[in-house]
């Protein structure tokens, strides 16, 4: 029996949290998402997110991808399924989720301040 380690199977992707005073959850990812389906990165993000979830009490949730390098792969789409309020901000580098994600109820930003101000909006509505 060997040793595994996440860092193993997933050596160009970082990830951090960040709780806000009014219970927004921000789980934000970097590095290099790589191209394809044969890999495991899909899991890595959604695994972080759900992890997020579980260890936090918050109102709304949002996925910060704008520091991640993402060319492609379909798989990612995977990693974002709904979670209650939750907002998306799209990648900087590298191409865009919008054709991906097209025709799902997915909120995508440019910018995290505009997320953030989208499920601040949508708590309050409810």
């Not at 995290?112 to 601040?120: E, F, H, P, S, T």
Request: glycine fraction near 8%; charged fraction near 25%; proline fraction near 3%.
């Amino acid at each position: 029996m060997r040793e595994v380690t996440v860092a193993e199977e997933c050596p160009t992707l970082g990830h951090c949290f960040h709780l806000s005073d009014d219970r927004v959850l921000v789980v934000s990812f970097s590095g290099c998402y790589r191209d394809g389906c044969d890999h495991t990165d899909a899991a890595y993000l959604r695994c972080m997110i759900n992890l997020g979830g579980d260890l936090w009490l918050h109102k709304a949730l949002v996925i910060d991808l704008s520091e991640l390098d993402y060319t492609g792969g379909n798989m990612i789409e995977s990693a974002l399924s709904p979670f209650g309020i939750y907002a998306i901000v799209r990648p900087k580098y590298g191409a865009h989720l919008d054709s991906l994600l097209e025709g799902d109820d997915y909120p995508l930003f440019d910018d995290l301040d505009a997320a953030l101000a989208y499920v601040r909006a949508e708590v309050q509505r409810q």
